[in-house]
């Protein structure tokens, strides 16, 4: 599917924006913005961000006057029914482009809807952190992020969302109001590693920088770990958790019958 194959869907992005959910969104909740003018009035840029929840994707481009586009599970464009129908129209207009990412080619299948968005002088969206932090750490940043910066050459501006976790934690629809914020960092230019896209070492090193700028405007503490494995290491010691608590109980439970 090309990113453009609906011309409607333009219009629908602007609409959602500036009429539907933007000034309801702007109104409640008040999002606060640092730096925008980092952000470049025209011409190609990624931005990166830190992935707290669901919601960071409504609100960092609500406060740019820019359109922003993303990458998205493909189950948001496919799925059946009328229900289906309204997700993906909904989707599509709010910027966001499918990405099947149960294959082993889901990363190149990103980067190339990244590159399409890019060539047309547009902003891409990514999270280097791969999913949402789960615990409101910063985790490592993957280098798809580096790779996609040196293959087109475009300036990586790092941005930090702050409070949407309250807004919606992750595994909630809703949590608590707070007033969320974007802040935007100076855009870096990696020009000086031009033609080393496939060198392992300096990918890292540029990924490393992007994360450590992501993590000056953010506050948060940041973790030499991928996300998704560090969610695995959670989950398993919750579990661990869970077995033990109930293993104590049964115990207690069979002291007290032993004793009446």
Do not use: C
Request: a positive charge; hydrophobic letters at 40%.
């Amino acid at each position: 599917m090309r990113v453009d194959a609906h011309k409607g869907v333009g219009v629908l992005y602007w609409f959602l924006k500036w009429i539907a959910i933007g000034p309801w969104l702007k109104l409640v909740f008040r999002p606060h913005v640092e730096g925008a003018e980092q952000v470049p009035a025209s011409g190609p840029a990624i931005l990166a961000s830190n992935h707290l929840s669901y919601a960071d994707w409504l609100f960092m481009p609500l406060t740019l006057p820019r359109r922003v586009t993303f990458v998205a599970k493909a189950e948001y464009f496919t799925s059946p029914g009328v229900k289906g129908w309204f997700q993906k129209k909904f989707f599509s207009g709010a910027g966001q482009v499918p990405i099947d990412r149960s294959g082993a080619n889901a990363a190149e299948g990103a980067l190339s809807s990244a590159r399409e968005i890019l060539g047309r002088g547009e902003l891409f969206g990514i999270y280097p952190e791969g999913t949402r932090s789960h615990d409101g750490r910063l985790y490592r940043g993957k280098t798809g992020v580096a790779r996609l910066a040196l293959e087109t050459g475009v300036p990586v501006v790092p941005v930090a969302v702050l409070g949407t976790n309250v807004v919606a934690p992750p595994g909630k629809t809703f949590g608590t109001f707070t007033r969320p914020g974007v802040r935007f960092g100076r855009p870096l230019d990696f020009s000086r590693y031009e033609g080393m896209e496939n060198d392992r070492y300096i990918l890292r090193a540029i990924t490393d920088e992007i994360m450590y700028e992501i993590m000056q405007l953010s506050g948060q503490e940041y973790v030499d770990m991928y996300a998704t494995r560090a969610k695995e290491l959670s989950q398993k010691s919750a579990a661990e958790a869970k077995r033990a608590e109930r293993e104590a109980a049964a115990a207690a439970a069979g002291e007290q019958k032993q004793a009446s």
